[in-house]
């Protein structure tokens, strides 16, 4: 049986080995690892039949469905490049991206088309749309086909294209800038998918949940993991985290990854039983876990193991705890995945002592392949190691880029990580250096918020001072927070150079990046805008 080496090569193994298994979920309808080989395979030769060359860029516009899923392995098996899109973007982020990478052909639908009308004009190397359903639509002057004629071309191989070769460009949110574009070759993606499957244990019996946005890289891992195993994934498009758990019991869920915020949602509400009895494991990414959010989903699904991990758009992911250590370290951010190198280095690129902090430094077949179109920011994150840097001996010649994570952490004696923050994100007060995800970490422990974000302002005295954003406990009695027994409580839990200067309460759910988690970085600027302008 041959080995998956290319991101395509995953649909094609699993249909090798059992076609009649069920590859994905959507709705009430599934369908088969046979069928879905063979959608792939039609999507790649009307690729082809379009003129596609190799390399050139297929952006996806849609929400989670079978289409989104065709197409994000048919492109690569044309030899192209898929570059998914968030279906909460607005049309000018999309035609932002659509001209940053130079898209040649875009998936979406009919409505969504509708939206893009007034900015496709602004993007001339796009030159053909495919759309789901309905008659191509009047509009934008470029040619326009429907999903099924795409997949009735005549068969055609696609392009030569070997595992270093481009297979996706996932966009990061920016909040206060523009997104940049994270390039993932095949081997980024396969080896992902058999380091991650292998620390879950996945197997063919597993049922993942897709909760997350297939344009975040957790989110799409969902379906490269359980491809490699050939498991079965249930693609849900929710509004409420209600329907989360309503998905999970009707499917028997048996894997589950999502972001803090959709976790701290999730234990407000009371769990089927029928959950428990079926989740073998949950795993959080984007994020630490809250260690009160952590408490209360072990209290709902006891039998299930929690994964706390660690990951970063520009390798993949970098670490996990095993769940047989989360009651002794439930802070850590655990040691690396299977087939990755964690370092910890000083600003000079040396290694950090045991407890010492450092920027947390990642290497291996993991590591992207850059920012596309934007040099810069590319040698800002991705950096040439020393050359006596661990793993690497004198007589090697070529040198290693590695992803610098911009994260300061510290490794204890026994090699576990542990998150101290973004370093353009820690709030420098008094002299001292304060991680905001500390102060959160504080502030759910009360049980007196429902969400919070920390950041730090600008104050005279202290150079920073900490500002809170929160949110009411959803079992408030009079659907207020209490500022002041907060503030007690935090003067009770933390030292006086980490107490919030202010808290300021507003109406929840606190505003999302794309990829689900709270954006910390909208709220401080607009916090800003409103009280310093």
Known sequence: MRESTLLHELVACAAQRAPQDRALTYGAVSMAYGELQTAVAQ?????MALGLGR????AIYLEKRFETVITSFGAPAAGAVFVPLNPLLKPEQ?????????VRVLLTSPERLALLAGVLGSCPDLRHVVLTDAAPQAGPALPQSLWGDLLAAPPRAGHRVIDTDMAAILYTSGSTGKPKGVVLSHRNMVAGAKSVASYLENTSEDTLLAALPLSFDAGFSQLTTAF???ARVVLLNYLMPRDVLKAMEREGVTGLTAVPPLYIQLTQSAWPAAIAEKLRYFANTGGRMPRETLDLLRQRVPHSQPFLMYGLTEAFRSTYLPPSEVDRRPDSIGKAIPNAEILVLREDCSPCAPEEPGELVHRGALVGMGYWNDAEKTAERYKLLAADAPGRQSGLQLPEYAVFSGDTVRMDSEGFLYFIGRRDEMIKSSGYRVSPTEVEEVLYATKLVGECVAFGVEHPAWGQAIQVIATAPVDA????LDTTALLAECRARM???MLPANVEVVAGPLPRNPNGKIDRKWLSTDWAERHLS
């Open 495 to 497: 030292p006086a150079y």
């Open 477 to 480: 009695v009079d659907g207020t």
């Open 55 to 58: 390399g050139e860029r297929v």
């Open 43 to 47: 999507c790649a030769a009307g690729l």
């Open 228 to 230: 490699h195993v050939g």
């Open 94 to 102: 999309v035609a932002f991206i659509l001209q940053d990478c130079n």
